[in-house]
């Protein structure tokens, strides 16, 4: 069962003044990690983790765990079937709002981009993506979609450039994206067969305007190429990308997994050509795929670990130099790409102790 | 000086008066008041500081085009360190002042700074100064004697009590001198000891004599190293001499003290209790029996040393550690352990950054060489971001982090939260400032939204305006639109009347800024020039279709003025409009296919402004006849 999940959060104010803090949670709460360094240590060596924990009341296991944009509040989400969200700003936990809706265990939530306003989307077991909207001070329900004909696995906001835009992942195997257009409207696209089985994770690509970055004649949008990732029950990611039809077409099969995959990340655009993807699964393994040139569709993975149990998320930090890992043996990994191209783990956060496995640098001191 | 969201503007950087009550203002301030975890502390306290010092350094680089000299490097080092001490002074005089149950608390603080400030200090004389042998142990007493520092309370104790030499601390505080080499100030403990004690007199007095004499590197001595050598160790001979006659048998003390100076192992270790720490010992150590020590000889005295002050009872520390390697000259180590051990990245990002301008991350071959420091940079300013105002330091060190810098500060400046208008100006102009477009109209435009929803249409006109976003500025403007038609009345007149040459931003706003323009020239009765672009805004085709009936009710009252303000050929022309706006042809060219509704209201005003066109047309046709008549 899913025990400990995590996310990047926005550093918090005065929790941490590092951006690695993350929430892995357990049963009912939700743990705030600091990172290693700044595990709060009062004297020279002696290393205790500070850990702001969240009680979320939640009557029953949590799944998701969200931050928003800034950092000021938390969505969390749990078998429960309510969505709760919390203004955690100075170390505080204040509930602001305790949403009902859903008629199955809540999956995942995600904060959309705030020029949109305060919107947040979640999806559940009983087949439905509710969207939901802070308006004039209170929480509401602004839209459901109930397009599907199982569990809603993820969803996820496409990046702001591209509209207001939610891709949701299924176990029908389909994956529908919802495209505000305006006036309480929602227009939906669907994708069947995304995977045999079942879709568990979906992953957009960080917006990328292809060609010269000149502003546009007023009025037009630029010509964004918008592509996302998904992972399936059929072990294989894909990667997705809408036609000029507005279609969406398979664009690439990355295969490497030997069981399902559970997740899948793309890191945000550090204005390097290359992209790169985490993709975690039921085989334990966490692989990192880069593509070197955005016109050449070769992808190449790299085995990031091994684990021993299933991995169950991947998360990027925020400028896309941690990766954090999650497993079914209930640990928490922080890993980082050193000079040579090896992933080095950082951090071991084990049930809420923070301790120190290497450093950075101790994959180049093993290789001199 | 920078401003600091509203803080007290920081134009000094030496430790004075100012300081201090900047520190006061960040630090204790706000710590006493709210619970805040102690790592946090630390960070509020050093922060401002730091900013100052790292402004120096740049400074430098830039007037010496990179060849800086290293007495300007040792002087930054050494700013660097009194930064540090000044903050352990306002931690310790403060806070303990304040509230003694608060001292405690910050007492822990108090010793990770002061180890900071141990370690900063052996790594500026090894790899900034780089001292030679001799010079070398000159410099390693003083920072000993620098952090060792009970010598000077209990010397206050004994010398303020009556009788010093019979005072119970008084021989440990001579021992205590002779470890530190301060053999003057022991040599006048000595004869203090003779005053009071006739029956010693004698051997304190050729103790005295051993101390004065014994040869030591000094400032301006212009003997050679070989020289020094030699003439150490022939006073080390005497002192031998003096052991085995036993000329100090009679006391003790004074025998202790003898073996201490002949550099003996055992009698070193007899004052662990003094020495209080095993690097103490090193250098007491070497004082007496190696002076003249090199450089790449000290790794081995100081794991010996080590080894034999510990005793195998326990285990080093971190901060053993990180002074082991910093004694084998492994700065790569350094960094790395003092990464692990040090709860923030203050230290390790400005060490590192400062021993880069020394060059010594390339000469050391470090596979992570030149992306060490940026590496380090880049935590350490990422953690600015956290803070509600520190988050402006942060920009500056990504500004000087050329690989990453600029895309890290780009991913981590819209995500401040803009809580107040003031702080949003102030994130917009880090942006504007360089250039970072896209972060702009990302930024403007939440806060257009924001404004948009709070109604406050004007705020987000300027905001969109900002952003050069045309959609956004076409959305509000219609929103101002269907504000006037609601109300008959426009909000924010200031705003619309100064538009400028933003008003070319969208068709939209353009229109609404000539809109408004008619308004005014109606009120300023200039009914001509605004009968002119009232016409103009819709053969144009600025206004939008949805909007032309409301430009032509607009046109009534001046087709129903006395005087004839349209001409004939202008009455044509809003007969054209209106006829288009009544078939239900969409006009070529049009992406407005809003139609005319079979509204009972609709057809009597479409009514009414057939008769008002027929009418002015009429009285035209008249008036122009009649002139070209005449």
């Known amino acids: 069962m899913r025990e400990a999940v995590l996310t990047w959060c926005v550093p918090l104010e005065l929790l941490c003044s590092h951006p690695l803090p993350l929430s892995a949670f357990l049963k009912t709460q939700v743990k705030l990690y600091t990172c290693r360094a700044c595990a709060g240590k009062d004297e020279m060596g002696k290393m205790v983790s500070v850990i702001n924990t969240v009680d979320t009341s939640h009557e029953d296991m949590i799944h998701d765990a969200q931050m928003d944009y800034y950092g000021t509040r938390l969505a969390t989400c749990s078998s429960d079937r309510s969505v709760k969200i919390f203004d955690v700003r100075n170390g505080g936990q204040i509930l602001i709002a305790d949403l009902r809706g859903h008629e199955g265990p809540v999956w995942q939530v995600a904060w959309a981009h705030p020029m949109y306003g305060n919107i947040l989307a979640s999806c559940s077991y009983d087949r439905k993506v509710i969207i939901w909207r802070e308006e004039n001070g209170t929480w509401e329900k602004s839209h459901e979609h109930a397009g599907h004909d199982s569990s809603v696995n993820s969803v996820c906001w496409a990046p702001h450039d591209y509209g207001l835009i939610l891709a949701c992942g299924s176990s029908d195997g389909a994956i529908s994206l919802l495209t505000y257009t305006g006036e309480g409207q929602w227009e939906v696209k669907k994708i069947n067969n995304a995977h045999t089985i079942g879709c568990n994770a979906v992953s957009w690509a960080p917006a990328v305007v292809p060609g010269s970055l000149i502003d546009q004649p007023s009025g037009q949008k630029p010509n964004y190429i918008k592509r996302f990732a998904s992972g399936g029950c059929d072990n294989l990611i894909k990667l997705w990308k809408e036609e000029e039809d507005g279609q969406w077409k398979e664009e690439q099969k990355l295969e490497a997994h030997s069981d399902w995959v559970r997740d899948v990340a793309w890191a945000p655009s550090i204005g390097l050509p290359t992209s790169t993807i985490a993709s975690c699964s039921q085989d334990g393994r966490v692989f990192i795929w880069t593509c070197d040139d955005a016109s050449s569709n070769t992808w190449s993975p790299k085995l990031l670990h091994k684990f021993n149990d299933v991995v169950w998320h991947v998360s990027w930090s925020i400028t896309a130099n941690i990766l954090a890992v999650s497993g079914g043996d209930n640990k928490v990994t922080l890993w980082k790409e050193s000079v040579d191209g090896q992933w080095v783990c950082i951090s071991d956060v084990n049930k809420g102790q923070g301790s120190v496995s290497a450093s950075v640098t101790e994959g180049q001191q093993n290789e001199q | ?477 219609d929103r101002f639109l269907r504000d006037y038609c609601e109300r008959g009345c426009f909000s924010d007149l200031d705003l619309i009347d100064n538009l400028g040459p933003a008003m070319m931003l969208s068709d939209r706003l353009t229109f609404l800024g000539k809109y408004r323009e008619f308004h005014r020239m109606y009120g300023e009765k200039r009914f001509a020039d605004a009968a002119s672009l009232l016409l103009s805004l819709m053969t144009s085709r600025i206004a939008p279709r949805s909007f032309w009936m409301t430009l032509l009710t607009d046109a009534l009252p001046l ?72």
């Open chain 2, 1 to 477: 000086g920078k401003e600091l969201d509203g803080e007290p503007t920081v134009t000094v950087r030496a430790v004075n008066s100012r300081k201090n009550q900047m520190c006061f203002d960040w630090g204790p301030g706000r710590l006493l008041v709210s619970n805040e975890p102690p790592s946090n502390k630390k960070e509020m306290c050093s922060c401002p500081f730091i900013y100052i010092i790292r402004k120096d350094v740049d400074r430098i680089d830039e007037r010496l085009t990179g060849k800086i000299q290293k007495s300007q490097l040792v002087r930054v080092s050494k700013n660097y360190r009194s930064v540090i001490r000044a903050c352990m002074e306002e931690c310790t005089s403060v806070f303990a002042a304040k509230d003694p149950a608060n001292g405690r608390q910050f007492s822990s603080q108090v010793s990770i700074l002061s180890a900071m400030e141990l370690i900063w200090n052996l790594c500026e004389i090894l790899f900034i100064e780089v001292a030679p042998a001799g010079p070398l142990l000159l410099h390693l007493l003083d920072w000993v004697r620098l952090h060792v520092c009970e010598v000077d309370s209990l010397s206050a104790d004994v010398l303020g009590s009556e009788n010093p030499s019979k005072h119970d601390s008084f021989w440990n505080l001579v021992t205590i001198l002779v470890l530190q080499g301060r053999l003057d100030e022991a040599r006048q403990m000595l004869s203090k000891e003779a005053d009071a004690s006739p029956a010693s007199a004698g051997i304190c007095r050729i103790m005295g004599d051993l101390m004065r004499t014994m040869p030591i590197l000094s400032p301006g001595n212009t003997q050679t190293l070989t020289e020094l050598e030699l003439k150490w160790q022939h006073w080390h001979e005497e002192c031998e001499r003096y052991l085995q006659d036993s000329t100090f048998a009679t006391s003790p003390h004074l025998e202790s003290l003898l073996k201490i100076m002949l550099g003996d192992e055992a009698a070193l270790l007899e004052q662990k209790e003094l020495l209080s720490n095993w690097y103490h010992f090193l250098v007491t150590r070497l004082l007496y029996s190696n002076p003249t020590v090199k450089p790449i000889d000290l790794h081995y005295y100081a794991q010996s040393s080590l080894d034999l002050f510990l005793g195998g009872e326990s285990s080093p520390e971190p901060l053993d550690n990180i002074l082991l390697a910093a004694f084998e000259f492994d700065i790569h180590q350094v960094i790395k352990e003092c990464s692990i051990a040090l709860s923030n990245w203050w230290f390790v990002a400005h060490l590192t950054d400062l021993l880069d301008h020394c060059k010594l991350l390339q000469s050391h071959n470090l596979y992570f060489g030149s992306n060490m420091r940026e590496f380090l940079l880049l935590e350490y300013a990422s953690g600015l971001f956290a803070h509600p105002s520190l988050w402006q330091l942060g920009v500056d060190y990504f500004d000087y982090c050329p690989e990453l810098g600029r895309v890290s500060l780009e991913l981590h400046i819209e995500r401040i939260p803009l809580n107040t208008e003031q702080k949003a100006l102030k994130v917009l102009r880090v942006c504007e400032q360089r250039q970072m477009t896209e972060q702009v109209r990302s930024i403007c435009k939440i806060l257009a939204m924001k404004a948009v929803r709070n109604n406050r249409l004007g705020s987000a006109l300027s905001w969109s305006i900002r952003a050069k976003d045309a959609a956004f500025a076409t959305l509000v403007s």
């Open chain 2, 559 to 630: 087709l129903e003025q006395k005087q004839v303000i349209f001409s004939a050929e202008q009455t044509y022309e809003l007969m054209r409009c209106l006829e288009d706006l009544t078939s239900r042809r969409p006009v070529h060219g049009e992406s407005d296919t809003e139609q005319l509704q079979d509204d009972d209201i609709e057809t009597t005003k479409v009514e009414m402004l057939r008769l008002s066109l027929a009418r002015n047309l009429a009285r035209a046709i008249i008036r122009e006849g009649s002139l070209e008549g005449s």
